[in-house]
Every structure is written in C-alpha cells, then in structure tokens.
C-alpha cells in the first residue's frame, strides 16, 4: 500500500497517509481520461451559434419579378439563400451539446487522473487549510512553499470563507469541494492540493 506525506501550510511534514490501492495503484487509462474530457469540455459549450433561415431574414414578401416571359431565372423571394443579404440554407442552431457519461467510466476516469498526479509525484495532502485571515498573499505563499506549480488545483471538504477569499485572487489557483472535482479539473492544472479530510472522502467514494 503506498504512502504520502501530510504536510501542514508551512510546508513541514505531520504525518504518513496511507492510500486505498484501489485508487491509486491503477494504472492510468488513457482512453477513459479522454472521454472524460471530451465530455467535460462539451458540456461547456454555450451552443448559442444562430443563423436567419428563411422565415427570419427581414424583407422578400415580394415576388422580385413576374414568374415568366423575363428571360430570367425564376425568383420567388429576394431573401433566398442564393442571394446577397439571403437567409442561410442549413445553418447552426441553438442547441446543447452537453451529455452524461456512465458513472463507472467518471469514476474510472477520477481514479486514472488522481492515480496520474500521484505518478508524476504532483500530488500534495495537507492536514487542513487553518487560515488566520483570507488575505491572498499569505496562502499564495503556502503554495510556493508546498511546490504546487503555476496552477494549481486546491481540494477542500468543507467550506472555508478565508480559503475562498485567499485563494480566489491567484492566477491559476481554483478552489473545489470533494464532490465537485471531476477528472478535467484534475488533468488541467499542474499541481494538486488536497485536504486530508477531502482525500478521505474521495477515496471512500471510488472504492
């Protein structure tokens, strides 16, 4: 069974944490932490892309020219999608790309991620986020002493006023609750940050 450090903000070492094999002993699965990406990113998108279609396009209630004897092709509506300023045949419309993914593969994929940065030796567990005031520069401090890299993902099992006031301001630095963390959160900063409490939590969750 693997082990980490539990550190306090002052970067000294509290104590050894043991760690469920079952979560951080797999090997990572590249496929499931691509779909999970895949659906992350999709269910971000606004979908609000919008052209006219005929219907909607202002103007061409009348017939441009008499149907025969002109010479010229026959034109019903100076709005056509043939035309300059026309309506657009076919375009995008409004809609939601967002879809779920079946909660074996999400969890399949948190387990890849976590077990990933624990790898890549990125994963940081502290004690507990004890902060006097919520003051940016003292916690940005704390996490250029924990190493936590240019950005920097920080997990937290309950709420904590100071931490979110503290660490709201930090370029790079998001703030999530165990519950929240999906696999992109993961995958997309450079450093994790994690409570003890909330790597429990996530732990008996993935089991």
């Not at 079952?22 to 971000?44: C, M, R």
């Not at 219907?55 to 100076?78: D, L, M, N, Y």
């Not at 999530?176 to 939590?201: C, F, K, M, N």
């Amino acid at each position: 069974m693997a082990t980490v450090e539990v550190k306090n903000l002052e970067g000294q070492t509290v104590k050894q944490l043991e760690l469920a094999d079952a979560v951080f002993a797999v090997k990572p699965n590249q496929s499931l932490l691509w779909e999970a990406t895949k659906q992350y990113l999709a269910s971000q998108r606004r979908g609000t892309h919008k052209t006219k279609s005929r219907a909607e396009v202002s103007g061409g209630g009348k017939k441009p020219w008499r149907q025969k004897g002109t010479g010229r092709a026959r034109v019903g509506s100076i709005r056509s999608s043939l035309w300059r300023h026309g309506s657009i045949a076919h375009g995008p419309v409004p809609r939601d790309y967002s879809y779920e993914l079946p909660k074996k593969m999400l969890r399949g994929a948190l387990r890849s991620a976590l077990a990933a940065k624990f790898l890549e030796r990125r994963l940081t567990v502290v004690d507990q986020f004890e902060l006097k005031d919520g003051k940016t520069k003292n916690f940005a401090a704390a996490l250029r002493t924990l190493g936590a890299g240019k950005t920097v993902l920080v997990v937290d099992d309950h709420r904590n006023r100071n931490l979110d006031l503290s660490s709201r301001n930090i370029s790079g630095c998001d703030l999530l609750r165990h519950h929240e963390v999906h696999p992109y959160h993961v995958l997309s900063h450079d450093g994790l940050v994690i409570s003890e409490g909330a790597l429990t939590r996530l732990q008996e969750s993935l089991r």
